[in-house]
């Protein structure tokens, strides 16, 4: 369900059917519903979900992947999870930690699976059984050797970077690990060059002293961690984000070949619309247009433009059904099709002419809103770029339309409706064929995913 559905529900859930309960529960209804046909692409259309940037693609671990945003899960909840999570824009499924009597749990969640699933173990029999059911099989990521030093100054992630995956056969992991986002102290991570391990450290409170001789590059991690790593190994980082807000994982991404992972505590924190708002906040876009970038020649105006005059006519057009309905109340056609005046109705009953005022202002109010609805649409969401607003747009506008077939029901139709419509369909058809393809949006900051400083 859309964020602003999910968190004022959540706490009633759990309120009803206990914290726990309701969590599965609501997993289960998104995977049954992935699950069905056509399922999966009717989640994305609710959530106004769009396909990631071609720079969010990658691999992970040797996989390929058509976006590099994915989640870690439990063994227990992994087959909800495979099923729930692609529909709102996981790329990948990371399940971990796997022990030898996890293994059907992970090999049932494997099957029919839309993106590539991954498992994460240390124990050699338990990968070796998992190989063939999954698409690789990483190193149990639990952070190993890690010294902490309590600080209050240092609140920012501390990445600890793990060894290599054990190869999968068939497809083979080349060398990705998992990347501990730790909510925590400043720290240390040190390791000797033989173990083949990665020091992640957090450059604004602690240093990394390397010598020259000992062969290794580094790259400054998006987060302000340091990451090093021996050229030519093959190392492919995972981060794990634990921060409900987009600003870390977006700057993870940015950084090509890196995998950003959501815990499970993020989603349930950030509701199911937190994949789309980073690939959101990752797509590189264009400038928002203005007015004087509209022009003057009708064939050249953007979908928006004709969606923005589309609404101002329903504004004007329902500010019209007002006068009418506080002035005459019925007009020539309306006396002729009923072959009576307001003061015949009155002496019919005393009651029908403020019957009809109170269902006219009530139609002349709907339009007003609904052409407040489309101009907005389009000036403030297809403007920008926005697939769910053209979507919106055509939705109810399509309703709008099949409307008037309902007046040929009765064989009455209504001449300034009609006008209305004529005036209205040369406007809504330009915005059904001509697609937003250019994202013109601009993201803000959430809580602490930009400076780091709460709202």
Known sequence: MPDWTYQPLRGLAGALLGVRPSRRTALRVLARTGSLPGGGRAIAHLLGHRHPPAHLRGTAGGVAVHSRLGATVPPEVAFDAVRALPPIGAGLIVVEPVGLADVPLVRRAATGRRVPVLAATNDPATAAALAPHVDGVLPDPAPKHVDTVPSESAPEHVNTVLPDPVPKAGAVAQGAGLVEAVHTTKAVHTATPSDRRTDAVHTAETAH??????????????????????????????VRVADPGVGAAVRALAEPGRIVLATPGLLVEAGPGWFGRVVEAATPTAPTPSLRDVGLDPRRWPAWWWGLMAGVVMVVAGLVAAAVTLGPVLLWYDRAYLGMDPDALHDVNHHLVHFLRHDRITLAGTMVAIGVLHAGLAAGGMRRGWPWARKAFLVSGSIGFATVVYLFVHRYVEPLHAVLTAALLPMFLPVLRRRTSVPRWTVQPEGRNASGAGR
């Not at 991690?221 to 995972?238: F, I, M, S």
């Open 209 to 238: 002293t390397k010598t020259p001789d000992d062969r290794r590059t580094a790259a400054v991690h998006p987060t302000g961690a340091e990451h090093t790593g021996t050229p030519g190994d093959g190392w492919v980082g995972v």
